[in-house]
């Protein structure tokens, strides 16, 4: 899967500070249909979903099956799946400009990985996975970056 590390922390913010750095309006994505703003803007939407709790308005669509067997098996084993049909709530139109969405991303990295230090253990629910604690959820974030950035060749 590759070498990426496996949790948003302190330790993890260059890697992916990096690799955000190096992304380009123009940058074509390998697949799907976002552009290179509309995956800033769709990862903005995802760390202030997490970060203020209630932020982002999706339907639950969870059950047992996604809680208890497939975000274990997303968080620590199986690759992010491409293509998938996200709610119109998490892929919103880019509202600013390339650079400016860039910045306001890793401003959030920074205050994600914050938000996971004062307080570990504190739950934010996730349409499908139901509550996950922050630690999960920076697992979660990385794979999701790292998913993101390797389909616009960062």
């Known amino acids: 899967m590759g070498g990426y590390p496996k949790r948003l922390d302190k330790d993890g913010r260059s890697h992916f500070a990096k ?3 190096g992304l380009r309006a123009e940058s074509a994505g390998q697949w799907g249909s976002l552009t290179c703003a509309g995956m800033l803007a769709h990862l903005e939407v995802a760390f202030r ?32 799946p491409k293509g998938v049909k996200m709610p119109k709530a998490l892929t919103p139109e880019p509202n600013a400009s390339f650079d400016e969405l860039r910045e306001q991303v890793l401003a959030l990295l920074d205050e994600f990985i914050a938000a996971v230090e004062r307080d570990p253990r504190r739950k934010v629910a996730h349409p499908l996975f139901g509550p996950m604690t922050m630690r999960e ?18």
């Open 19 to 21: 690799r955000i750095a």
């Open 49 to 80: 979903g997490t970060i203020q709790d209630g932020a982002v308005q999706t339907r639950a669509r969870g059950n047992w099956l996604t809680r208890n067997v497939m975000k274990p098996l997303l968080l620590h084993l199986l690759p992010m």
């Open 137 to 154: 959820w920076s697992y979660l974030h990385a794979k999701h970056l790292d998913h993101h950035l390797r389909q616009f060749g960062a």
